[in-house]
């Protein structure tokens, strides 16, 4: 079965030009393919993060091109990509930043009323079945400042999945979490990935977290340093050191 | 764009924010309030001040100036064309006040279509005889029905009735002032002499007051009939056409027409009572004035709140961009925000300012000038509202583009990266 590369890039350079110009990131090609789960991981300053943000449509101001499910992402608009990230992309960050405004299940609905492809019911109906799946749905009618740490990001989660993104993007999720539920979180990466064929690029410096993954770029200095792929040897041990 | 998705998160955002959003709303409430109010009150009074003067005075007024000839001998002469001649020699000829075939002249005025009514009037200078003092003043004949219907007459006349002066023969109706210092009332006689020194007896079945001190002193009224048998003239004698126009704004062209047509004088009303529009305008300038500068302050509420609230909700509007709110969706969110509180600052405004009128129109105030006046005079029209409520919805969204800009153009990249 050939899978096809659901995010691609493309000789992919980024400068900043504050206070002197200086290269974060230089010549970073590679594809993420569906089903994968791929960490991303390296010291902190490596521009592994802006490369998240730059994957994410977030930062467009960078060198070179950028594919998502295909389709080149260069020139596009503001709303354009507003509506790529809404569609295709869902997002998991080290901070929850779930709205004190609104309800959990409210806060989960929120990207699904705005892609407006479900009606209100049935959108209310899939917010619930993902707080079901990651043992949520008693919390469903409190507000999010009533939660524990670990709970905040099980709804982040929920919100980045209403919409059933092809790609899933993490910042550090595990990043404010202790261990217990670092691999809560991960049980439930690796469960989506594994059910809905969903993808995962999550960008980490937990390096439990990224061997327990299919595969890790390691990147240094603004480039691809090293790839592994973990997968064939899940059951042997392992001595990669990162 | 999803409109209720957007309308929802505003809502939501002034609900958590309540007391700064419902204190921004009570400031456009405030401006439009006393906009409503002081508009209302002020346009009620230029009303007043205006019928005081406008609805007493003709559109237009036609009458015999007396001139010199403008055809003096030396002009006739053809040695000095060419000359400045100064020597005019022919003083004004006594043609008396008498407007010639005014009979002809009404005929033709009725059968315009611009014209409301016409009413002739004879008014003659006379002296009130008390004790032995005679006191200047000065009769105008009126044909009552016309008069009435033109300048309802009736509403100045405080004591009897104005229709005893046509069916009662050698009546008058003579002003507060006259009646005072001549110490008389309804029902007593008084003689009057004419100019040319006739002397009459008339019965006074009425008391007049217009308000200004200097007419009640002097104004009396009669039939036209009874002017004219004080004068000693006959039946067709007639000194002033007053003309009422279906509008005033003709006036001007109208009096033009007929100074032509009948070579009369003619003047307009805003010819002559350009004083009084001057005051009217001003006044309407200082109270619109006063409330745009209150909902400007107003304004400046909204704006305040609107960058408080997005420096607060900084994490919220990253988080919106990143699942899929594109910026001009972020900027309606603050534009709708604005406008909501705007809105209902501004109904509420409308409804305060509407009480606010209403307890002025109840407010005594009565004033000897003003025999018709009870309470202050308000207006309500409906196009003060309407303006108030748009001055409300305008400046709120002013107030918030400004800061609904500021969020629009929030990074997301920057706020979730600097956690």
């Avoid at chain 1, 980045?160 to 999720?173: F, R, T």
């Avoid at chain 2, 053809?78 to 100064?86: A, E, H, Q, V």
């Amino acid at each position: 079965m050939t899978l096809r590369n659901v995010l691609e890039t493309k000789k992919i350079n980024k400068y900043f030009f504050d206070p002197v110009k200086f290269q974060v990131l230089s010549d970073i090609t590679f594809s993420v393919k569906q089903g994968e789960f791929v960490s991303v991981v390296g010291k902190s300053g490596c521009g592994k993060s802006t490369l998240l943000y730059i994957l994410s449509t977030m930062d467009t101001d960078f060198e070179g091109e950028l594919f998502i499910n295909g389709e080149p992402l260069t020139n596009n608009s503001d709303k354009d990509l507003a509506r790529i990230r809404n569609e295709y992309i869902g997002f998991v960050f080290q901070f929850h930043y779930l709205l004190n405004e609104y309800n959990v299940l409210k806060n989960v609905m929120i990207p699904g009323i705005k892609l407006a492809k479900y009606s209100y019911e049935e959108i209310e109906h899939r917010a619930m079945e993902h707080l079901r799946t990651l043992d949520m749905h008693s919390q469903a009618l409190k507000s999010p400042n009533q939660l524990s740490g670990g709970q905040k990001q099980r709804v982040a989660i929920a919100r980045a999945l209403i919409n059933d993104p092809l790609i899933v993007m993490g910042d550090e999720p595990t990043g404010n979490l202790d261990k217990k539920n670092s691999d809560m979180v991960f049980d439930i990466f690796n469960a989506i990935v594994q059910e809905k064929k969903q993808t995962m690029l999550i960008v980490t410096h937990d390096a439990d977290f990224a061997q327990r993954t299919h595969r890790i770029i390691e990147m240094a200095d603004g480039k691809i340093i090293s790839e592994t792929n973990t997968l064939h040897r899940r059951s042997a041990p392992t001595d990669i050191t990162t | 764009m999803n409109i209720s998705l957007i309308l929802n998160i505003a809502l939501n955002l002034i609900r958590a924010r309540m007391k700064q959003s419902a204190i921004a709303a009570i400031g456009v409430t405030f401006g439009i309030a006393m906009f409503i109010a002081l508009v209302s009150f002020m346009n009620g009074l230029n009303n007043l001040l205006d019928g005081l003067m406008l609805n007493r005075t003709p559109h237009v007024r036609m009458y015999n100036e007396i001139k010199p000839s403008a055809q003096q001998p030396i002009t006739l002469s053809d040695n000095y064309t060419k000359s400045n001649n100064f020597i005019s020699s022919i003083k004004p000829k006594d043609r008396g006040k008498e407007i010639y075939n005014s009979k002809s002249i009404i005929a033709v005025l009725k059968k315009d279509p611009r014209i409301v009514d016409v009413a002739p009037k004879v008014t003659a200078p006379v002296f009130f005889n008390s004790g032995t003092i005679e006191i200047t003043g000065v009769v105008n004949g009126i044909d009552v029905p016309a008069e009435e219907h033109l300048f309802s007459v009736s509403s100045y006349i405080i004591d009897g009735n104005v229709f005893d002066l046509a069916s009662v023969p050698n009546t008058i109706i003579i002003g507060k002032g006259l009646s005072e210092k001549m110490l008389v009332k309804i029902g007593d006689v008084i003689q009057i002499t004419t100019l040319r020194g006739g002397l009459v007896s008339l019965k006074i079945v009425g008391i007049s007051q217009i308000g200004i001190a200097e007419v009640d002193n002097t104004m009396s009224y009669t039939s036209l009939e009874t002017a004219q048998m004080i004068l000693g003239e006959s039946a067709g004698y007639i000194t002033d056409i007053q003309v009422k126009l279906t509008n005033v704004a003709l006036a001007p062209a109208a009096a033009k027409e007929y100074r032509s047509r009948f070579s009369i004088d003619a003047i307009d009303a805003q010819t002559a009572n350009s004083q009084f529009e001057t005051g009217s305008k001003v006044r309407s300038i200082i109270s619109y004035a006063v409330g745009i500068t209150l909902l400007i302050v107003a304004g400046f509420g909204i704006y305040n709140i609107l960058n408080m609230m997005i420096y607060e909700k900084m994490d919220s509007i990253a988080i919106l961009k990143a699942t899929g709110f594109s910026g001009s969706d972020v900027k309606w969110i603050f534009i709708s925000l604005s406008l909501i509180i705007g809105i209902t600052g501004g109904l509420f405004g409308l409804l305060v300012g509407f009480i606010l009128t209403k307890i002025i129109g109840v407010i005594p105030f009565e004033t000897a000038s003003l025999p018709t006046i009870k309470t202050y005079p308000v207006d309500y029209k409906l196009a003060y509202y309407l303006i108030g409520i748009s001055f409300a919805v305008f400046t709120t969204t002013i107030a918030g583009l400004l800061p609904a800009r500021k969020a629009s153009r929030i990074d997301p990249v920057e706020i979730i990266r600097g956690k």
